[in-house]
């Protein structure tokens, strides 16, 4: 039995208006070990696929035939996205190759040619879906980091989370028993204290909030609905505004400008790119040397502009760039 990953036998949907090569594909297929779907047109192999339950891990189809050629079938296949990423090649005739291009064009992966040679039909099958199981295995390690990367960030984020809840707690507990009993000065700090706390908060549930509609797809809706035409200029000074405001440490590193072309204009979701830039910039001020300064620079061609953000901290421990 020809298997793919998890010990799953591989299906080959193989659509030909030809009952001969039908049958005859389907004998070479079955004797390889792989399981076997057969229709005759584009139509008939979308009722299969429709109806269920077997799926295919990769479809072979005819170009010319009757009712919905292959062409036809590959365009309705890709509207679903349970059958987007199946793995398609088209079988032409000799003197039909010039089709191929079409073919190339819509996506297709590969292409064999009438009359089938049993060898190479076997070769392109084995090679397209072994790199179809690796592809999967790539993306299952993948999301079982992202996963990982999931758990780490819970963690922290409660961590995070009640730090400045027990600081703004606290203070508010102290000021509500002993305000009386406090000088201005002493009123003043557990103010700041509490001010910091809140900034902090603030800037969590922000992360919190764009981290979320980043994994639900809401957050590409709104970029995609939401852009709008504004100048760099503009972005980067609202950036620096951010982080600055959002400084709750207060450390006041300097930060230096260099900005090839500030009045570029750029399209974006420009609250969302005037957060991660100044998230960036909020990074490199907590992890600054003291007497350090931060670099922001900015370039343009005609197509792109560039922002860089540049800071002489220590830097991530080599343990953790794969993270990144």
Sequence with gaps: MATGSGNHQSIILFVDDNAALLRSVERLLTMEGYGVMLAADGRDAMQQLEQGPA????II??????GMDGFQFYKELRKHNQWMDIPFIFLTARDQIKDLEEGYLLGADNYLVKPLDQDRL????????????ELQARIRAQEKALKEVERDLATMVAHELRTPLVSITMVSDILAREMDLLSPEQVREMLDAMQSGQVRLHRLVEQMVMFVEMRSGVLEATVRDMCRIRSLRELLNE??????????????IPIR???????????????SLRQ????VLLNAIAYSKPDGEILVSQWATA???????TDYGAG?????WQRV
């Design 122 to 133: 076997l070769w392109i099958v084995r090679g397209r879906l072994k790199r179809r199981d």
């Design 316 to 320: 991530l421990p080599d343990s953790e």
């Design 303 to 309: 197509q792109w502009t560039s922002i860089a953000i």
């Design 239 to 252: 950036a620096l505004s951010f982080a600055q405001r959002m400084d709750y440490r207060q450390r006041s």
């Design 276 to 279: 991660a830039v100044g998230e």
């Design 55 to 58: 799926q295919p891990d990769l």
């Design 61 to 66: 189809s005819d170009i010319t035939m009757p």
């Design 257 to 271: 400008e260099e900005r090839e072309n500030p009045d570029v204009i750029i399209q974006c979701d420009f609250n």
